[in-house]
């Protein structure tokens, strides 16, 4: 069963602006994995943050995650068009950690 | 880009009919993964190996097998497929723990 839910599941914002999209999941885990799909493409990874972590940077890229309440959060400053695309958060099983759970996405539409 | 590459990367084929989908990797890694993807199922595992002769189920095994006989292959096989298992199938790779999955461009099956 999916262990991440992407939450809201399609956003639409202007060029320059921010976007916000959360994930939460069920179990424990050892890290959290965010996923970018441009359309007909594989994932391609964005970042990875362990669970001792609380925040990681790369870019334009903001992931923050809080294990008490089992959720993260990916922010996209200063948006552009070539940000559209659908974003997938992904966690480990706990014991398996090479075995990833993925949400079912939020589809991100940057208007120009 | 890592060196992952799906053949075919379209099939359409007949109720019933064997289908088997390749995924050939260039990198050593030692984990691959079969993933199939469904609108509002995000991503889901099928079956994964952590090594030559070494595989394992994942989520939706059902009617799906794999073989891994060479590092670089991993193969999956509709023994007899059904309209259900229309979808587009995803290979990644893997080097294991805190690590990211790396993914092919995906192979779009139609069933009729």
């Known amino acids: 069963s999916q262990q991440g839910e992407e939450d809201p599941q399609a956003l639409s914002i202007q060029e320059g602006e921010n976007a916000t999209m959360n994930c939460s999941y069920k179990t424990s885990i050892n890290n959290l994995q965010w996923y970018r799909q441009n359309s007909g493409r594989g994932l391609v990874h964005l970042i990875l943050?362990?669970?001792?972590?609380r925040e990681k940077h790369s870019g334009r890229l903001r992931v923050t995650l809080d294990t008490s309440k089992k959720s993260s959060s990916l922010l996209i400053t200063a948006s552009r068009a070539a940000d559209t695309a659908s974003y997938f958060c992904?966690?480990?099983?706990?014991?398996?950690?090479?075995?990833?759970?993925f949400g079912a996405g939020t589809t991100v539409t940057v208007r120009a | 880009d890592a060196g992952i590459t799906q053949s075919p990367r379209h099939k359409v084929t007949e109720t019933g009919t064997p289908v088997t989908l390749r995924c050939h990797q260039t990198?050593?890694?030692?984990?691959m993964y079969w993933y199939r993807q469904d609108p509002g199922h995000g991503l889901r595992l099928i079956h994964y190996s952590y090594g030559v002769k070494d595989t394992d189920k994942g989520e939706v095994s059902d009617g799906y097998s794999v073989s891994r006989s060479k590092t670089e292959d991993f193969l999956l096989t509709l023994e007899s497929a059904t309209s259900s298992q229309t979808s587009v199938y995803f290979c990644?790779?893997?080097?294991?723990?805190?690590?990211?999955?790396?993914f092919g461009d995906g192979t779009r099956l139609s069933i009729l």
């Open positions: 992904a966690t480990d099983e706990g014991s398996n950690d090479y075995k990833l759970s």
């Open positions: 990198e050593n890694h030692r984990y």
């Open positions: 990644a790779i893997g080097t294991g723990s805190f690590q990211p999955q790396h």
């Open positions: 943050i362990r669970s001792n972590e």
